[in-house]
């Protein structure tokens, strides 16, 4: 058993035997220090540490009531017993309000061993409570969230420091005032206060839990529990978490989401909801009609080809604007695409319609100023009318089919009719089609086509090129769907499918023995901006188990100039997880060499239309010649597509364009058919069989 320190403060030997006699007795281990002045008092009090003190209350130097006092002062948690002679009730009462433990008087000492024991046991007791009360403190004050507690009447009687830190600041501190004059904002001062007042009613669970503004506008969710009588002044403990940030954030993801970013404008799945519900509401059996027209307009690609970026947000946004002055009621207006725009209103009868839409028209071709220039924008129109029980989505692809018809026609407008002109049919038909596609990836077939170093005919790459194995149709080349999807905003999700199938094949291989070089996969403008590209390229890496210097992304030029600043945003983070990235159809588009700087790309695909004649005309060989000198100089490698002949091949390598792709060396094929290439290395050119 660990021995008991015990400093006596005592002058009389004999009384110092007394007192140890005394705790012998009651069979207590002791280990005392004796002192009777105040300086070897004071040493020891810090030096010894002390379980208990012991004092005499008269000493000839020093003075039993000055001890306790310096003992108040500096270890306030050790017991102090007075054992004393006589000592007057007076004296004793103030002795114990000087703060001393217990007093035993020298003619009662088979007392002391009881007063010791008791003195310790309780001063044992409170440092254990003192400990506990830190740990809630601190538990209390480090929480993110707020607690306070609140009496009766709503006032506040403790607050941990996140609660002070939201609290609107008081001179004299919050506590005693009301919970809603420190918590509630301004304007629902009353309100708050009824549901305090209240909640002894309400205190059923589901209600303890309410959302509020507070302070500084933060939002915060307090929850509301009742101590059930038992402290004697809190009645309620409130905690209130802050889901300021985590609203803010979902409110910008939602409008990520439903909004289109340039013009603020609802975006097609927006429409799509708005107009659901528009046609939702409309009056049963009225002569009223709900009309969606969309307006595509004509001549923004040309200007972009060779205009800023922020000429063609200026001209969009005067669109907008003029668009807007329809909307006078419930019209709904959103931006369906780079180009489209789409309005859905209600119309009396046919003849107001054909009188609307030339009006709409009309305002849209009126000169646009921008920058001291005057541009004219043309548009068309495609309108479709909703009856009872017709699909919105459905609403918006005929009306889209209309204007792909009055686009085809360079009619001003077209109203959707099952006798749309055959293509515009085969169109709508076809997007219906590919929307089914997206629950039957399966039918997505990809091909690969070799890259090889334009001296050696070392293979050093291939190129995905996606085929739809169409249960109708038969095989279908990309050119036919792939911009009918892109327009249906379903190249995100159809590229996400493409990447998928490329990483399984790539794993298919490599499972055989054989290690295919990178990888290219042609990824169209939407879905390079989507925010889901990194995540569904990284899912795919995962679950194939396949590298990212296995995969090469092509973005066209044009697609990568549509927003320079994001495609530059979006490469980087694609180079830092280590997938390699190619400009697709190079020298086509408005090649801006200030941003072809910056963009990280490993490689320059140079246009077949280059390739194409570079044998017969100079001005294409000129044009080649430069790209592949530009590239160089860039640090850039030049892959040149479309070559067919020696002779092109020939060309290219005396201009020293770096790899060769086109039918000279194969025609893409389905991944089997690509094992001889991975095995042997190298390609050798061929007299071209042409794809049928
Ligand atoms: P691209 O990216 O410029 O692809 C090259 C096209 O040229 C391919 O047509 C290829 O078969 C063809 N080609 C290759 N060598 C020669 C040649 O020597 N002579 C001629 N005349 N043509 C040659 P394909 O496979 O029909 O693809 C057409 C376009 O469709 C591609 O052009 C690309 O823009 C797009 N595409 C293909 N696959 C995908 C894909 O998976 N995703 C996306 N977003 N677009 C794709
Ligand atoms: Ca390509
Ligand atoms: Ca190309």
Redesign the pocket.
């Known amino acids: 058993m660990q021995k008991i320190r015990v400093l006596m403060l005592e002058d009389m030997a004999t009384d110092a035997e007394l007192v140890r006699l005394a705790l012998g007795r009651a069979n207590l281990p002791v280990d005392i220090r004796c002192v009777a002045d105040e300086s070897l008092y004071r040493e020891e009090l810090s030096s010894f540490h002390p379980d208990i003190v012991l004092a005499d209350y008269h000493l000839p130097d020093f003075s039993g009531l000055k001890a306790l006092q310096i003992r108040n002062a500096e270890k306030p948690d050790i017991p102090f017993i007075f054992v004393t002679g006589s000592l007057g009730e007076e004296r004793a009462v103030e002795t114990l309000r000087e703060g001393a433990t217990d007093f035993v008087l020298k003619d009662r000492m088979a007392r002391l061993g009881a007063a010791v024991t008791r003195a310790l046991d309780d001063a044992r007791r409170e440092a254990a409570q003192k400990a506990e009360q830190v740990l809630h403190n601190t538990i209390l004050n480090t929480a993110q969230a707020m607690i306070v507690a609140l009496d009766e009447h709503g006032r506040i009687l403790h607050a941990n420091t996140a609660a002070v830190a939201l609290a609107r600041p008081s001179e004299t501190g919050i506590l005693g005032l009301p919970f809603w004059d420190c918590f509630a904002e301004v304007r629902d001062l009353e309100q708050t206060r009824l549901k305090i007042l209240s909640l002894t009613e309400v205190i059923q669970e589901a209600e303890t839990v309410w959302q509020m503004f507070g302070p500084r506008g933060r939002i915060i969710v307090w929850t509301a529990g009742s101590l059930h009588g038992h402290h004697p002044l809190a009645r309620w403990v409130l905690s209130g978490i802050d889901i300021t940030d985590q609203q803010h954030a979902q409110e910008k993801a939602y409008f990520l989401d439903h909004f289109d970013a340039a013009t603020t404008l609802p975006n097609r799945r927006l429409f799509q909801l708005q107009l659901q519900q528009y046609c939702d509401n409309a009056p049963a059996g009225a002569k009223v009609q709900i009309v969606t027209v969309i307006v595509g307009l004509g001549r923004i690609q040309d200007i972009r080809d060779s205009y800023d970026e922020t000429i063609i947000q200026k001209i969009l946004m005067e669109i907008v604007q003029r668009l807007r002055t329809w909307q006078v009621n419930h019209e709904l207006l959103a931006r369906l695409g780079d180009v489209d725009f789409a309005l859905a209103f209600e119309v009396e009868q046919n003849s107001d319609l054909e009188s609307t839409l030339p009006f709409i028209l009309h305002e849209l071709h009126e000169p646009i100023e921008v920058d001291g220039a005057s541009w004219v924008i043309p548009c068309h129109m495609g309108v479709s009318v909703h009856y009872p029980g017709k699909k919105p989505s459905l609403l918006i692809r005929e009306a889209e089919a209309a204007l792909h018809d009055a686009q085809a026609r360079d009619a001003a407008y077209v109203c959707y009719n099952p006798h749309l002109s055959s293509k515009a049919r085969e169109r709508l038909q076809l997007e219906t089609e590919l929307h089914q596609l997206i629950q039957h990836p399966e039918q ?1 077939v ?2 690969y ?1 070799p890259q090889v170093d334009a001296t050696t005919h070392r293979l050093i790459g291939l ?5 739809w194995r169409h249960p109708r149709l038969g095989l279908m ?3 036919r769907f ?1 911009p009918v ?2 327009l249906a905003g379903l ?1 995100p999700a ?2 996400g499918e ?1 990447i998928r199938s ?1 990483c399984r094949q790539i794993a298919d291989w490599q499972q055989e023995g054989l290690s295919p070089p990178p990888v290219a ?4 403008a939407d ?1 390079f901006s989507s925010p889901d590209l990194i995540g569904r390229l990284k899912e795919a890496m995962t679950d194939f188990n396949v590298a990212p210097h296995n995969l090469e992304l ?1 973005l ?1 030029e044009s697609a990568s100039m549509k927003n320079p600043e994001q495609t530059i945003a979006t490469m980087n983070q694609l180079i830092s997880i280590g997938i390699r990235l190619a400009i ?2 190079f020298g086509t588009g408005y090649s801006n060499l200030s941003y072809l700087k910056r963009f990280p790309v490993n490689r320059l ?1 140079l ?2 239309a280059f ?2 004649d570079i044998l017969t005309d100079s001005d294409d060989l000129a044009i080649s010649q430069a790209i592949i000198a530009m590239a160089h100089q860039l640090r850039l490698e030049v892959v040149a ?4 002949s020696l002779q092109q091949l020939k060309v290219l390598s005396q201009a020293r364009c770096d790899h060769i ?4 060396f194969s ?2 094929l389905p991944g089997d058919a690509c094992k001889a290439w991975l095995q042997q290395g190298v390609v050798s050119p061929t007299t ?1 069989v ?2 049928v």
């Not at 190129?463 to 085929?467: D, K, N, T």
């Not at 996969?521 to 169209?524: A, H, K, L, T």
């Not at 597509?641 to 067919?644: A, K, L, Y």
Request: aromatic share 4%.
């Open positions: 997505l990809m091909y086509q190129e995905a090129l996606v085929r080349l990309p050119v792939i999807a892109e190249m159809l590229g493409i490329v996969v042609n990824i169209s879905e092509e066209t697709d159809d695909k246009d077949q390739v194409r597509e479309g070559v067919e792709q086109g039918y000279l025609i893409p071209p042409l794809p």
